[in-house]
């Protein structure tokens, strides 16, 4: 069964920046489309980042664009979102997944992005 842990998050100053760290196991990420998620207090689960299988090929939400920044290392299995020039409007709960999910899939716990001065 797939699992996904996050860490890495934490509290930052306006223009600092965080790294992310999704763990995963049960399969192998270089084999699906890995995303970050966010989700912010009484707001929906939002798709952040996003990287292709096979190309590579990453894909961001318009907010982000040129400040996040996705990756993965298939050796360790790990998928990465480092975050630079954080905004207090990115304060989150983020989450990584993968596509396609499949129904046994379960969120992680997450890890908390809080930025304010």
């Known amino acids: 069964q797939a699992q996904f842990v996050e860490s890495g998050g934490g509290l930052a100053q306006p223009g600092g920046s965080l790294r992310l760290s999704c763990a995963a196991s049960?399969?192998?990420?270089?084999?699906?489309?890995m995303n970050w998620y966010r989700q912010a207090p009484a707001k929906e689960r939002e798709l952040v980042a996003t990287?292709?299988?096979?190309?590579?090929?990453?894909d961001y939400e318009t907010s982000v664009k040129g400040r996040f920044t996705i990756s993965r290392d298939n050796i360790k299995n790990m998928v990465y979102l480092q975050m630079n020039s954080l905004k207090p409007e990115d304060t989150a709960m983020y989450y990584c997944?993968?596509?396609?999910?499949?129904?046994?899939?379960?969120w992680g716990q997450g890890t908390q992005v809080t930025v304010s001065s």
């Open positions: 049960g399969f192998t990420v270089s084999r699906y489309a």
């Open positions: 990287i292709a299988s096979l190309t590579g090929r990453v």
């Open positions: 997944m993968r596509s396609p999910q499949s129904t046994s899939d379960y």
